[in-house]
């Protein structure tokens, strides 16, 4: 009934099919959801925030623990969810 996953394809496909999908995106430039991220009226697509100081060494995976499973579970909480 709806989807979170990272920047992979299944995002992609479940924003396709129109059900709410959640991205998670790294902080890396050259990986951004700006870039990368899956396009729909039901996608929400989160990425950690990363000071200026922080830019130099965002390829850390530790920056992904910024995403809290508590944002991502209000969030799809807060997702229309499909019926299909």
Excluded: C, N
């Excluded at 999908?21 to 697509?45: C, D, F, H, M, N």
Aim: a positive charge.
């Amino acid at each position: 009934r709806a989807l979170v996953a990272p920047s992979t394809g299944v995002v992609h496909i479940s924003a396709s099919l129109a059900i709410p999908t959640l991205g998670l995106y790294s902080p890396i430039k050259v990986e951004s959801a700006q870039r990368w991220g899956p396009k729909g009226p039901l996608v929400q697509v989160f990425t950690p925030e990363l000071k200026v100081s922080e830019t130099a060494d965002a390829q850390s995976p530790s920056y992904m623990d910024r995403i809290s499973p508590q944002q991502v579970a209000s969030a799809l909480f807060h997702l229309p969810i499909s019926t299909q």
